[in-house]
């Protein structure tokens, strides 16, 4: 079962820039459409109280959306996140 959750839309630039980030990683993730079911974009407020996407969590830690992603590889911070959630 894959340790990082994106909650994403079909059609959305975003989502897609932040699943090529994490599969040119070799990250596998669970991908949640909220464009396809309310309980999941209910769900996603809930959790993260934002109604943007994507919202993206490595194990339990919530990234934000692709701008955070995208911030913590250009740190350096990315791949010591996503060895430990490989774990």
């Known amino acids: 079962m894959p340790k990082i959750t994106i909650y994403s839309k079909t059609l959305c630039p975003y989502c897609s820039m932040a699943k090529r ?14 464009d396809r079911n309310p309980e999941h974009r209910q769900e996603m407020i809930n959790k993260t109280k934002r109604m943007t996407v994507p919202q993206i ?6 990234v934000g959306g692709f701008d955070d992603l995208h911030a913590l590889e250009r740190a350096g911070k990315l791949d ?3 060895a430990e959630a490989s774990i």
């Open 80 to 82: 010591p996140l996503l």
């Open 21 to 34: 980030l994490l599969a040119s990683k070799g990250a596998q993730f669970k991908e949640i459409f909220v």
């Open 57 to 62: 969590f490595i194990k339990d830690f919530h």
